[in-house]
């Protein structure tokens, strides 16, 4: 009887729709952990194909390309340690979300998802079939159940495991970031842990896809739910496990224990990930933004810095009549201190070009918000040149709270192809701001130091767009702001409940009038790296033409 079992864990970024490659790098993992004396070597949900693949795991043609891939590398890897990968299996004309297990050239078990999550981001009851709770597979001569991620959130997958025999419980997951998640999910794997009796080993993927970020944060618990393992949060990593047959069961050894970050910062690491991971999956080495000399672009100045290198990021000031001294000194020491390549750009001449063409259609009218506007889509419109020129994506800045309200022009600042901080409010925006220049990190492309003027964290946010404007002649106190919105959209309190909590009723009704009428800038939004569990895009699908106001309050 074998007495040890040595697991070899592979905590990968695969690239969606990559399937060569994924493939590829299954192989180069698989021979690895061959090289370290693995029994088993395992990958993470879906790997084959990446994760989320949302409706192209529909199209036969992908379906069909994954699963000869993975027919393929059975016998690839016939020759070595069983190896175990995430990909669609078609059973009895069905799809199904899948883990196989791959031994000696063919596929010996295939595992297939039982609970579908069909909730915040998740959609799989429209993608994939639900199947029946099976029993443990044998490798070397040990059982395991493999629950695919959701099942392992729900007790009656692994009680079913356990009462058919598993020793071993291996959980491939995709299961993608938010603040905290780490903690969620440490939580319930001690809940299976301490119901079943079993080691559990929690297996994670890591990178950006689209809106979405995964974070690894893979762990092996063993048996009264103490951690003997716990890979890294978001970085590639790999991790061999050797559990030994004991009186009570089997039991893991204590490896690696990475720290976990603090919140503030696998938030800023998940932004800076989130766009990496897009430019790279996209084809994008280099971005382009506008730096005002304001908050918004000089964190994603940095978060750019970070993620693609400073070399790789044009900043451009676009100065107007309204540009203050201060930003235009900013905007330039922002840029100095990151590293970044910095364009000036007056926008006076197109704008009166423009003022000029429209002079005959507006004359006799007021100069209001349109005016005002002109000046954001002319820099949009400067912006996309040079995106088109140099091949450098256009970043969009708008963070959480201006998302909400619609405080951003559309068809102006809106216009980019990704915002690193969507989801980030405006509060947390300054104490990123302080953070990001109080800590260095060896994954931070950017330099050291004060990459942020203290100037730009301190002074009142201001658009530019008339004279003297600030942010609060439009919108509350951020403090303010961001505490209602946490109760409308986080926790989706009603206009009576934030009375209760000591808000103006009158303030809480305008804040949500404007979070309902801005559907339609959100729907025509930039994606953007997903921090919460409302994050707008996925999380909270929300009508644009929509005339329900919440009257609990009057
Ligand atoms: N339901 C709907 N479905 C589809 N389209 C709809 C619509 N409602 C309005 N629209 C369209 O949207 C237009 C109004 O939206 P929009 O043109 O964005 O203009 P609007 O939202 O009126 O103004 C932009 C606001 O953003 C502020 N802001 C803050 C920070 C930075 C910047 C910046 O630009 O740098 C701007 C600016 O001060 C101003 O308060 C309408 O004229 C109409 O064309
Ligand atoms: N003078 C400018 N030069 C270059 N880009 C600008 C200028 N004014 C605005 N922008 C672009 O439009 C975006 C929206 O402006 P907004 O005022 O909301 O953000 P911000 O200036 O970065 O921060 P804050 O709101 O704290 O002032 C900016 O982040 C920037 O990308
Ligand atoms: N892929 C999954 O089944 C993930 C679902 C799970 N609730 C999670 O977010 O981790």
């Not at 356990?162 to 999910?185: C, D, F, M, Q, W």
């Not at 309200?405 to 990704?418: L, P």
Request: charged share 20%; hydrophobic share 45%.
């Amino acid at each position: 009887m074998t007495d040890r079992f040595r697991l070899f864990l592979v905590q990968a970024n695969p690239a969606l729709g990559d399937i060569a490659g994924n493939l590829a790098k299954a192989r180069d993992y698989w021979a690895k952990g061959k090289a370290a004396g693995a029994d088993m070597v395992a990958l993470t949900e879906m790997f084959v194909t990446g994760y989320q693949t949302q409706d192209l795991i529909l199209k036969p043609a992908f379906q069909r390309e994954a699963i000869a891939g993975i027919e393929a590398l059975a016998q690839e890897c016939a020759d070595g340690p069983a190896l175990g990968i995430g990909g669609p299996a078609l059973v009895g004309g069905k799809l199904f979300n899948a883990w196989y297990v791959l031994q000696a050239g063919r596929a010996t078990a295939t595992v297939l998802k039982h609970h579908l999550p069909n909730d915040s981001l998740f959609d799989e009851k429209r993608l994939f079939a639900s199947a029946d709770v099976a029993g443990p597979y044998v490798v070397n001569g040990v059982r395991i159940g493999s629950p695919i991620c959701e099942d392992a959130w729900h007790p009656d997958v692994t009680e079913t495991l356990e009462e058919t025999g598993a020793e071993i419980l291996l959980v491939p997951n995709g299961s993608p970031y938010h603040r905290g998640k780490p903690n969620l999910r440490l939580n319930l794997m001690v809940e299976r842990v301490v119901e079943t009796g079993l080691p559990l080993v929690y297996l994670n993927m890591v990178g950006g896809q689209d809106d979405q970020v995964f974070d690894g944060s893979s762990m092996v618990l063993n048996p009264g739910g103490q951690l003997a393992v716990q890979m890294p949060q978001f970085d590639e990593a790999v991790e061999l496990v050797t559990f030994h047959r004991t009186a009570e069961g089997w039991r893991a050894d204590h490896g690696t224990k990475a720290a976990l970050p603090p919140i503030g910062e696998a938030d800023y690491r998940a932004c800076v990930i989130g766009l990496a991971d897009y430019m790279r999956k996209t084809g994008f080495k280099k971005a382009v933004l506008g730096l005002s000399g304001g908050i918004d672009s000089a964190i994603v100045a940095a978060i750019a810095a970070d993620a693609i290198g400073p070399e790789n990021v044009r900043c451009v000031m676009l100065p107007s009549e309204f540009t203050s001294a201060h930003s235009l000194e900013d905007a330039s020491a922002a840029a100095r201190a990151l590293g970044c390549k910095l364009d000036t750009l007056p926008i006076a001449g197109p704008q009166a070009a423009v003022t000029a063409a429209l002079a005959p259609l507006f004359e006799g009218l007021e100069e209001g918000v349109t005016e005002e506007n002109l000046q954001s889509r002319i820099r949009g419109l400067l912006l996309m040149a040079l995106s088109n020129k140099f091949g450098e994506m256009l970043l969009t800045t708008g963070n959480k709270s201006e998302m909400a309200v619609g405080y951003c022009t559309i068809y102006g600042d809106m216009n980019g192809g990704y915002n690193p901080v969507k989801d980030m409010y405006k509060t947390r925006m300054f104490l990123t701001a302080k953070w990001r220049n109080e800590t260095h990190r060896p994954w931070m492309l950017g330099p050291a130091g004060e990459v942020i003027p203290a100037r730009i964290i301190s002074k009142p946010p201001s658009a530019e767009l008339r004279a003297n404007q600030t942010d609060q002649d439009s919108l509350p106190p951020y403090e303010e702001l961001d505490a209602i919105l946490e109760g409308l959209v986080e926790k989706d309190l009603s206009v009576a409940e934030l009375v209760a909590q000591g808000f103006a009723l009158a303030t809480v009704k305008r804040v949500e009038h404007l979070l309902y009428l801005a559907e339609y800038k959100r729907f025509q939004s930039a994606p953007g790296v997903r921090l919460t569990q409302k994050a707008f895009w996925l999380d909270r699908r929300y009508p644009i033409a929509n005339r329900w106001r919440d009257r609990s309050a009057g």
